[in-house]
Nanobody, 120 residues
Framework: QVQLVESGGGLVQPGGSLRLSCAAS????????MGWYRQAPGKERELVAA???????NYADSVKGRFTISRDNAKNTVFLQMNSLKPEDTAAYYC??????????????WGQGTQVTVSS
């Protein structure tokens, strides 16, 4: 079994910054893609940013130029630096990882979610 533990959410004013972290632990052979999704009330969960084990990144158009995803492969941790936050960034943010527990077994795992609220 694999656990993803997120941290770093909170309340911030518009224009402010937050840094989210997500650490994976448990039965891990390797981790392929890691990423962040978000879900606002009444809306579907959407991809915010993703990063491969090689460091290739992908961002939602709405966060390009403001958010930066990175990862520490040695610590099985992914980060999301969020700058110039807007009220529309308010949502629950979920960490996601594609984890191989063996050479032939890969599963998707999710964190419990961390709330980000952007408000004055």
């Amino acid at each position: 079994q694999v656990q993803l533990v997120e941290s770093g959410g909170g309340l911030v004013q518009p224009g402010g910054s937050l840094r989210l972290s997500c650490a994976a632990s448990g039965s891990i052979f390797s981790i392929n893609a890691m990423g962040w999704y978000r879900q606002a009330p009444g809306k579907e969960r959407e991809l915010v940013a993703a990063i491969t084990s090689a460091g290739s990144t992908n961002y939602a158009d709405s966060v390009k130029g403001r958010f930066t995803i990175s990862r520490d492969n040695a610590k099985n941790t992914v980060f999301l630096q969020m700058n110039s936050l807007k009220p529309e960034d308010t949502a629950a943010y979920y960490c996601h990882a594609k984890v191989r527990s063996s050479r032939h077994t890969e599963n998707d795992y999710w964190g419990q979610g961390t709330q980000v609220t952007v408000s004055s």
